[in-house]
């Protein structure tokens, strides 16, 4: 089992950063692949990023170039670093974790992850 909590949401106005982390406990999660999703009220569940055990990383065109995955395996972390926020950037972000080395083009779709965190709210204002 992994256990995922995030921390290093909050309140920042458009053109802030934030910086997400998202601490695995209970295994050591160096050959997952790992993902960070957000859901905004009213909305499913959208990809964000994603990073794979050999550092090779996935964005969603939304946030290409101003969000970046990052991944600490000797502390049991991943970041995500996101730049030059929006109001549109508003939801629950949540970390996931995929047991599967091999997940290929499933780094996308929730149901490629086994584990996932309880999500942190990040609000953009105007």
């Known amino acids: 089992q992994v256990q995922l909590v995030e921390s290093g949401g909050g309140l920042v106005q458009a053109g802030g950063s934030l910086r997400l982390s998202c601490a695995a406990s209970?295994?050591?999660?160096?050959?997952?692949?790992v993902g960070w999703f957000r859901q905004a009220p009213g909305k499913e569940r959208e990809f964000v990023a994603a990073?794979?055990?050999?550092?090779?990383?996935y964005y969603a065109d939304s946030v290409k170039g101003r969000f970046a995955i990052s991944r600490d395996n000797a502390k049991n972390t991943m970041y995500l670093q996101m730049n030059s926020l929006k109001p549109e950037d508003t939801a629950v972000y949540a970390c996931?974790?995929?047991?599967?080395?091999?997940?290929?083009?499933?780094?996308?779709?929730?149901?490629?992850?086994?584990?996932w965190g309880q999500g942190t709210q990040v609000t953009v204002s105007s």
């Open positions: 209970g295994r050591t999660f160096s050959t997952y692949t």
């Open positions: 996931a974790a995929s047991s599967n080395p091999y997940i290929g083009s499933g780094y996308t779709r929730p149901l490629s992850y086994d584990y």
């Open positions: 990073i794979g055990w050999s550092g090779v990383t």
